[in-house]
């Protein structure tokens, strides 16, 4: 494939994203917390493989280990998914002026 397809082909995704009423700012957001949070547990089973494949877990590695299990333990307690799926609520952008619907909301104090 070559390049001027490729672009072609982003070009065309992100035009249906755009019809089907879901603002590309949100969706990129999405993938980037989706990454994000499966960045530890890829890192972690890439370990293990290794430790099993050496047949012995180093001092170094078994620190390696227990270190990304915590961070993972850390990432996915309910507190923290919810302020990030609520921090992804505020990029929702439904008509499309470029400023987030949530923000546009008036204070009804």
Same mark, same amino acid.
């Given at each position: 494939?070559? !390049?001027?397809?490729? +672009? =072609? #082909?982003?070009? *065309?995704?992100?035009?249906?994203?755009? +019809?089907? =009423?879901?603002? &590309?700012? $949100?969706?990129?957001?999405?993938?980037?917390?989706?990454?994000?949070? /499966?960045? &530890?547990? /890829?890192?972690?089973?890439?370990?293990?493989?290794l430790a099993f494949t050496? $047949? =012995?877990?180093? *001092?170094?590695? @078994? !620190? /390696?280990?227990?270190? $990304? +299990?915590? +961070?993972?333990?850390?990432?996915?307690?309910?507190?923290?998914?919810?302020?990030?799926? @609520?921090?992804?609520? /505020?990029?929702? *952008?439904?008509? @499309?002026? $470029?400023?987030p619907d949530q923000l546009? #909301?008036? *204070? !009804?104090?």
């Amino acid at each position: 494939m070559t !390049k001027q397809e490729l +672009i =072609n #082909k982003a070009k *065309d995704v992100f035009q249906n994203i755009r +019809i089907a =009423n879901i603002h &590309p700012t $949100g969706v990129l957001a999405t993938r980037l917390l989706v990454l994000v949070m /499966l960045v &530890p547990i /890829l890192l972690v089973v890439v370990e293990y493989v290794l430790a099993f494949t050496k $047949g =012995n877990v180093s *001092d170094d590695l @078994g !620190k /390696l280990i227990t270190v $990304g +299990i915590n +961070i993972i333990d850390h990432i996915f307690i309910p507190s923290v998914l919810t302020a990030l799926v @609520g921090f992804l609520a /505020l990029w929702v *952008d439904r008509d @499309g002026d $470029g400023i987030p619907d949530q923000l546009e #909301k008036e *204070d !009804k104090r």
